[in-house]
C-alpha cells in the first residue's frame, strides 16, 4: 500500500533551496503565495459565506429587527422579548435535565461497554459492529421507530410488553411528563453510544500492558486496576469526550421534535434549540431566535472555559 | 496481543474460563437484543396489520406479514424520488468536499502561503461554535446570499456549499498531509511538476486511506442530517427522505410510517456494512492521534 511512509522528520522545503539572493526570488515568493491562496480559494469562500460571516451576521442580528423588510436597531429588545417568553426557562430548565442525565446514562455506559468489549477475544468484530449499528441510522428513521413502536403507551409497545414481561410497571413514556425526558436520553443514548465506544476502544488499547501487571502484582483487584490504571491513562479522552457530549446534548432538537411533536406534554419536552426553531420559523422572529442563539452561545462558551480550567488546574496538582 | 485488564492466563484456567465464557455468551446475547432487537422489531411491526400492531401482548412473529405497507409507504411518499434526491446530494457534498477540502488541506499543509496558519486557525475555530447557535444565520445568509443576492433555498447548492466548510475534514487531511515527507514535494518540483500535478499524481495516490474516510463522512453526515435540509429544502420535490418521512408523518398511518422509516435506512445500512472496516478506523484514528 502506499501508506508506508518513512518516518523521519519532513524537511523544510525552503532550507533545501540554496538560499542565495537570486534576482526574482520576491517574484517566486509572490507566485507561490499566489498559487497557495487559488488552491485555498474555494474552502476559505465557503468558511467565510457559511461559517464566519453568520456568526458575526449572528450576534448583529439579535440587536436589529426586521420587519416588512425594513431592518432596524433595537438594542436589547429582543433579548427581553425572548427571556420573557413564557417557554424560556422551562427550555433551559430540559435542556440542563437532558444534559445531565445523559451524562449519568450516556456517558458512563460506553465507557464501561469499551472496557468490557476491550477483554473479550472473539467476537469482538461482531459486537463492534452492533455498538456502532444505529450511528449509522438516519436519526429520523430511529426516531419513529422509538415513538411508535417503543414508547407505544399502551402494553402494545415494545418497552412495555418488556416491563410486562419482567412483571415491572409499564409507563405512559412520552405521555407522561416524567418519564419524557428520561425516554429521550435512552432514544439518544441507543443512538449515538457506538461512536464513544469505539473511541474509547482505540484509547484502551494503548494502556501498556505492563501497568496492569504492575498493578496486579501488587494485589490490585479489577475494580481497583479500573480505577488507578483505565481511568488516569485516558483521562484525556475521558474529559474531551465529556465536554463534546455536554456541548452535543445542550442543542438538543430532533429528539423533542419527533418523539414530542416538538413541546411534548405540557412544555416538557421544549428544548432551547426547539424554541429557537420554533421562534425562527414559526413565530416569524428570525432575531428572537439569533438573539437565543447567541445567549446559548455564551452559555456554552462559559461552560466550556470553566471546564478547561477545571481540568487543567487538576492536572497541575 | 497486549495484556488488558484482566491476564490471559487467567481467563484460560478453570473458573476464570468458565467466567469469560458466560461473560461474552451474555453480553452477546444482551447486545444482540438491544441493538438488532428494536431494528427486527421495526422491520416485522411495519409488515403487521394496523390492527396486529395495536394488539397486546403484541405478537414476536407478523401472523399475516404483508408488504402492504412497504408499497404503501413506496408509492404515498414517493420514496424513490426523496432517495433519488438524497443519494444526488450525497454525491453532489461529496465532490465538492473532496475538491475543495482536499486542496485547501494541500495548500496548509505543502504550498504554506503567507497567513496559512491563521486561515486554519480561523477554519479550526469554527468547531467551537455549536451548529444550533449558527443555524439562524446561516438560514439568513442562504435565502439572500451577500453581495450576489440569491436565494439558494431548493438549490442543492444551499446544501453543497455549507458542507465544505468543514473544518474537521480540512484537519484530517492537512494531518495525513504533513506525514508525508517533504522530499517527495521537492523530488517533484525538480522534476518541473507544477503545484497540481504534484497533488494529483503523487499526493493523492498516496492519501487514498484517508480520502476514504472523508468521503464516508461526507455521504453519512448527508444521509443523516436532518434539521438544516428541512430548512432550506421546504418543496416537496426537493427534501430528503428523512426530512420527507418527517413531513408526511402526521397524517399517515403509523405503520406507513415505519415502513418509509425503514427503507430509508437501508442505504445507510449496506454502506456501512460494505465499508464498516474503514468506518471504523477512520472514526477512532480521526479523533484520536491529534
Same mark, same amino acid.
Given at each position: 500500500?502506499?501508506?508506508?511512509?518513512?518516518?523521519?522528520?519532513?524537511?523544510?522545503?525552503?532550507?533545501?533551496?540554496?538560499?542565495?539572493?537570486?534576482?526574482?526570488?520576491?517574484?517566486?515568493?509572490?507566485?507561490?503565495?499566489?498559487?497557495?491562496?487559488?488552491?485555498?480559494?474555494?474552502?476559505?469562500?465557503?468558511?467565510?459565506?457559511?461559517?464566519?460571516?453568520?456568526?458575526?451576521?449572528?450576534?448583529?442580528?439579535?440587536?436589529?429587527?426586521?420587519?416588512?423588510?425594513?431592518?432596524?436597531?433595537?438594542?436589547?429588545?429582543?433579548?427581553?422579548?425572548?427571556?420573557?417568553?413564557?417557554?424560556?426557562?422551562?427550555?433551559?430548565?430540559?435542556?440542563?435535565?437532558?444534559? =445531565? %442525565?445523559? #451524562?449519568?446514562?450516556? *456517558? +458512563?455506559?460506553?465507557?464501561?461497554? @469499551?472496557? &468490557?468489549? $476491550?477483554?473479550?477475544?472473539?467476537?469482538?468484530?461482531?459486537?463492534?459492529?452492533?455498538?456502532?449499528?444505529?450511528?449509522?441510522?438516519?436519526?429520523?428513521? =430511529? %426516531?419513529? #421507530?422509538?415513538?411508535? *413502536? +417503543?414508547?407505544?403507551?399502551?402494553? @402494545?409497545? &415494545?418497552? $412495555?410488553?418488556?416491563?410486562?414481561?419482567?412483571?415491572?410497571?409499564?409507563?405512559?413514556?412520552?405521555?407522561?411528563?416524567?418519564?419524557?425526558?428520561?425516554?429521550?436520553?435512552?432514544?439518544?443514548?441507543?443512538?449515538?453510544?457506538?461512536?464513544?465506544?469505539?473511541?474509547?476502544?482505540?484509547?484502551?488499547?494503548?494502556?501498556?500492558?505492563?501497568?496492569?501487571?504492575?498493578?496486579?502484582?501488587?494485589?490490585?483487584?479489577?475494580?481497583?486496576?479500573?480505577?488507578?490504571?483505565?481511568?488516569?491513562?485516558?483521562?484525556?479522552?475521558?474529559?474531551?469526550?465529556?465536554?463534546?457530549?455536554?456541548?452535543?446534548?445542550?442543542?438538543?432538537?430532533?429528539?423533542?421534535?419527533?418523539?414530542?411533536?416538538?413541546?411534548?406534554?405540557?412544555?416538557?419536552?421544549?428544548?432551547?434549540?426547539?424554541?429557537?426553531?420554533?421562534?425562527?420559523?414559526?413565530?416569524?422572529?428570525?432575531?428572537?431566535?439569533?438573539?437565543?442563539?447567541?445567549?446559548?452561545?455564551?452559555?456554552?462558551?462559559?461552560?466550556?472555559?470553566?471546564?478547561?480550567?477545571?481540568?487543567?488546574?487538576?492536572?497541575?496538582? | 496481543?497486549?495484556?488488558?485488564?484482566?491476564?490471559?492466563?487467567?481467563?484460560?484456567?478453570?473458573?476464570?474460563?468458565?467466567?469469560?465464557?458466560?461473560?461474552?455468551?451474555?453480553?452477546v446475547i444482551v447486545f444482540t437484543l438491544v441493538f438488532i432487537g428494536p431494528l427486527y422489531?421495526?422491520?416485522?411491526?411495519?409488515?403487521?396489520?394496523?390492527?396486529?400492531?395495536?394488539?397486546?401482548?403484541?405478537?414476536?412473529?407478523?401472523?399475516?406479514?404483508?408488504?402492504?405497507?412497504?408499497?404503501?409507504?413506496?408509492?404515498?411518499?414517493?420514496?424513490?424520488?426523496?432517495?433519488?434526491?438524497?443519494?444526488?446530494?450525497?454525491?453532489?457534498?461529496?465532490?465538492?468536499?473532496?475538491?475543495?477540502?482536499?486542496?485547501?488541506?494541500?495548500?496548509?499543509?505543502?504550498?504554506?502561503?503567507?497567513?496559512?496558519?491563521?486561515?486554519?486557525?480561523?477554519?479550526?475555530?469554527?468547531?467551537?461554535?455549536?451548529?444550533?447557535?449558527?443555524?439562524?444565520?446561516?438560514?439568513?445568509?442562504?435565502i439572500d446570499l451577500p453581495i450576489l443576492h440569491v436565494n439558494l433555498l431548493d438549490s442543492?447548492?444551499?446544501?453543497?456549499?455549507?458542507?465544505?466548510?468543514?473544518?474537521?475534514?480540512?484537519?484530517?487531511?492537512?494531518?495525513?498531509?504533513?506525514?508525508?515527507?517533504?522530499?517527495?514535494?521537492?523530488?517533484?518540483?525538480?522534476?518541473?511538476?507544477?503545484?497540481l500535478r504534484t497533488l494529483w499524481s503523487i499526493i493523492l495516490p498516496m492519501s487514498r486511506?484517508?480520502?476514504?474516510?472523508?468521503?464516508?463522512?461526507?455521504?453519512?453526515?448527508?444521509?443523516?442530517?436532518?434539521?438544516?435540509?428541512?430548512?432550506?429544502?421546504?418543496?416537496?420535490?426537493?427534501?430528503?427522505?428523512?426530512?420527507?418521512?418527517?413531513?408526511?408523518?402526521?397524517?399517515?398511518?403509523?405503520?406507513?410510517?415505519?415502513?418509509?422509516?425503514?427503507?430509508?435506512?437501508?442505504?445507510?445500512?449496506?454502506?456501512?456494512?460494505?465499508?464498516?472496516?474503514?468506518?471504523?478506523?477512520?472514526?477512532?484514528?480521526?479523533?484520536?492521534?491529534?
Open positions: 500500500m502506499a501508506t508506508t511512509i518513512a518516518p523521519g522528520a519532513p524537511a523544510e522545503v525552503t532550507a533545501s533551496r540554496p538560499l542565495g539572493r537570486r534576482p526574482g526570488r520576491r517574484k517566486r515568493r509572490l507566485q507561490s503565495n499566489l498559487t497557495g491562496y487559488a488552491f485555498l480559494l474555494g474552502a476559505v469562500v465557503c468558511f467565510a459565506v457559511f461559517s464566519w460571516y453568520p456568526m458575526v451576521r449572528g450576534i448583529v442580528m439579535s440587536f436589529q429587527r426586521t420587519r416588512r423588510g425594513e431592518t432596524t436597531w433595537v438594542g436589547w429588545d429582543n433579548y427581553e422579548r425572548i427571556v420573557n417568553d413564557p417557554s424560556f426557562w422551562t427550555a433551559w430548565k430540559n435542556t440542563f435535565y437532558f444534559t =445531565a %442525565l445523559a #451524562l449519568v446514562l450516556g *456517558y +458512563a455506559v460506553p465507557f464501561f461497554v @469499551a472496557i &468490557l468489549l $476491550n477483554e473479550f477475544r472473539h467476537a469482538k468484530g461482531y459486537l463492534r459492529i452492533l455498538v456502532y449499528l444505529p450511528v449509522m441510522l438516519p436519526p429520523a428513521s =430511529a %426516531l419513529f #421507530l422509538f415513538k411508535y *413502536y +417503543a414508547y407505544d403507551p399502551s402494553d @402494545a409497545g &415494545l418497552f $412495555n410488553a418488556v416491563l410486562k414481561f419482567f412483571h415491572l410497571p409499564t409507563s405512559e413514556w412520552m405521555q407522561s411528563t416524567t418519564m419524557t425526558m428520561p425516554a429521550m436520553v435512552i432514544a439518544s443514548t441507543w443512538m449515538n453510544m457506538g461512536a464513544a465506544v469505539l473511541i474509547y476502544l482505540a484509547a484502551l488499547q494503548n494502556i501498556p500492558g505492563e501497568l496492569y501487571e504492575a498493578a496486579e502484582m501488587d494485589g490490585a483487584g479489577i475494580w481497583r486496576r479500573i480505577w488507578n490504571v483505565t481511568i488516569p491513562q485516558t483521562k484525556l479522552i475521558l474529559s474531551l469526550m465529556a465536554m463534546l457530549q455536554i456541548v452535543a446534548t445542550m442543542q438538543l432538537f430532533i429528539e423533542p421534535l419527533i418523539l414530542a411533536n416538538g413541546a411534548g406534554t405540557q412544555d416538557s419536552a421544549t428544548s432551547v434549540a426547539y424554541l429557537i426553531y420554533q421562534h425562527g420559523f414559526f413565530q416569524n422572529d428570525l432575531n428572537g431566535a439569533a438573539a437565543l442563539g447567541v445567549i446559548m452561545l455564551v452559555v456554552l462558551a462559559g461552560f466550556s472555559f470553566v471546564y478547561v480550567r477545571l481540568t487543567s488546574r487538576r492536572d497541575e496538582t | 496481543m497486549t495484556r488488558t485488564l484482566v491476564s490471559h492466563a487467567q481467563m484460560r484456567r478453570g473458573r476464570g474460563r468458565y467466567l469469560y465464557w458466560t461473560l461474552l455468551t451474555a453480553v422489531w421495526m422491520v416485522t411491526g411495519a409488515l403487521k396489520s394496523g390492527q396486529e400492531i395495536a394488539q397486546t401482548p403484541p405478537t414476536l412473529w407478523p401472523e399475516d406479514p404483508r408488504l402492504t405497507n412497504y408499497t404503501d409507504a413506496w408509492n404515498q411518499l414517493d420514496l424513490a424520488k426523496l432517495l433519488f434526491n438524497t443519494f444526488y446530494y450525497a454525491a453532489g457534498a461529496l465532490v465538492f468536499q473532496l475538491v475543495l477540502d482536499t486542496s485547501a488541506a494541500y495548500a496548509l499543509s505543502k504550498l504554506r502561503p503567507a497567513f496559512g496558519n491563521a486561515i486554519l486557525g480561523l477554519m479550526l475555530a469554527t468547531l467551537m461554535i455549536p451548529a444550533m447557535v449558527l443555524i439562524i444565520p446561516q438560514y439568513v445568509t442562504v442543492p447548492l444551499a446544501l453543497w456549499l455549507p458542507a465544505v466548510a468543514n473544518a474537521f475534514n480540512i484537519f484530517l487531511l492537512k494531518r495525513f498531509f504533513d506525514s508525508i515527507p517533504e522530499e517527495i514535494m521537492s523530488a517533484a518540483i525538480m522534476d518541473g511538476a507544477t503545484p486511506p484517508i480520502l476514504g474516510v472523508v468521503s464516508i463522512f461526507a455521504v453519512t453526515a448527508v444521509w443523516k442530517d436532518f434539521l438544516w435540509p428541512k430548512l432550506v429544502m421546504p418543496s416537496p420535490e426537493t427534501r430528503t427522505v428523512s426530512v420527507g418521512i418527517y413531513a408526511f408523518s402526521g397524517g399517515t398511518p403509523m405503520n406507513v410510517v415505519v415502513a418509509a422509516a425503514v427503507i430509508a435506512a437501508i442505504p445507510t445500512i449496506v454502506f456501512f456494512l460494505i465499508f464498516q472496516k474503514s468506518i471504523m478506523s477512520g472514526l477512532t484514528a480521526g479523533s484520536l492521534k491529534g
